[in-house]
């Protein structure tokens, strides 16, 4: 068994690290979507540093940019970066036995070397992050991204067919090597395979069926779970067939599920076609829980969900649409680094 362990998202944590949009698509194509990007990444920044320290990771040509968005206590480290997906380019952060900190380095390729995709910069972010915070840099030749994992701390992962047995991501492999190379890297002792993600995560734009949008293990037995209840969106039944699968699952200890379904919004789609909307895609922080809103009648109710999911946390919402309309939410553009002994 690997001496690392990843901890769950709720341990303590030593500070949040997050990068600034830089280009492509993220920015768009006008000063007006290029603002809102920004905007969007920095009221996360400054949501959580009222919580935690926050580091963000700005391409060299944007720190005078990026200090009109972030608050003054947001640290600003630079480095070269094609895109601004923090959980993805970024190392997994683990701890072993001693409580030395440790930083998962997956292969990136641009979620599946996806044809509108650049990552010949991100590809390095996660061994730059893990020299900033001289954690132990921890190589690994699976491609992978933080998206693609949810973890109990207690050994549980939850991952996806879709994604680490992509045939875009790790030719050639089976369940078998992926889940040798989770526990050599996080401490993985029981992998739950996802058959799919949410819809439009698996059309031109997604990740191929990250988990992150799908399910959260808010405490070790419970399981926050994605669930679409309007019968004319295409996640209706994909949601329906999660659920059912993830009841007749255990933990690694054993236990069955407490499966929590949090409303998806009622928004059913936008001028690209059905959203993929989700308050799974939130981001825990000492003290309190970073969650999406969609300014829907559905947030109030899933903030309450939330709250109550992870007691003595405050809970605050950010709309996140601007977030979502790039593919991707406040859990995609973070990533924790745990306290270390």
């Not at 944590?13 to 600034?20: C, H």
């Amino acid at each position: 068994m690997s001496a690392w362990h990843m901890p769950a998202e709720t341990a303590p944590q030593e500070r949040i690290w997050m990068a600034f949009p830089t280009g492509g698509y993220t920015l768009g194509e006008t000063a007006e979507e290029a603002h809102a990007a920004r905007s969007v990444w920095a009221a996360v920044a400054n949501a959580v540093v009222d919580f935690e320290p926050v580091t963000v990771i700005v391409n060299p040509d944007d720190v005078d940019i990026a200090g009109r968005y972030l608050r003054p206590g947001v640290e600003v480290l630079t480095a070269e970066l094609n895109d601004a997906w923090m959980r993805d380019i970024g190392p997994s952060f683990v701890l072993d036995g001693n409580g030395t900190l440790g930083a998962v380095d997956w292969v990136f390729n641009g979620w599946g070397a996806q044809e509108w995709a650049s990552w010949d910069k991100d590809a390095k972010i996660a061994a730059e992050v893990a020299g900033r915070s001289q954690a132990a840099h921890i190589p690994s030749a699976l491609v992978n991204e933080g998206g693609g994992i949810q973890v109990d701390g207690e050994g549980t992962v939850l991952i996806t067919e879709t994604v680490q047995l992509d045939p875009g991501r790790n030719p050639g492999l089976v369940r078998e090597d992926v889940e040798a190379e989770l526990a050599r890297t996080i401490g993985a002792t029981h992998a739950i395979w996802l058959p799919r993600g949410l819809t439009r995560d698996s059309e031109k734009f997604g990740t191929r069926g990250h988990v992150d949008i799908v399910a959260a293990i808010p405490s070790p037995g419970t399981l926050l779970v994605h669930s679409q209840q309007n019968p004319e969106h295409p996640d209706f039944e994909v949601s329906r067939d999660i659920i059912s699968f993830l009841s007749t699952t255990r933990d690694a200890a054993g236990r069955e599920w407490n499966i929590i379904e949090v409303p998806a919004p009622l928004a059913l789609s936008d001028e690209e076609g059905f959203v993929d909307y989700s308050y799974i895609n939130h981001l825990v922080v000492n003290g309190g829980v970073i969650a999406c809103t969609f300014s829907d009648p559905n947030d109030e109710k899933a903030l309450r969900i939330l709250a109550d999911a992870y007691p003595g946390r405050r809970v605050v919402g950010i709309d996140a649409r601007e977030l979502f309309a790039r593919g991707g939410g406040i859990h995609c553009i973070t990533q924790q680094q745990p306290a270390a002994s």
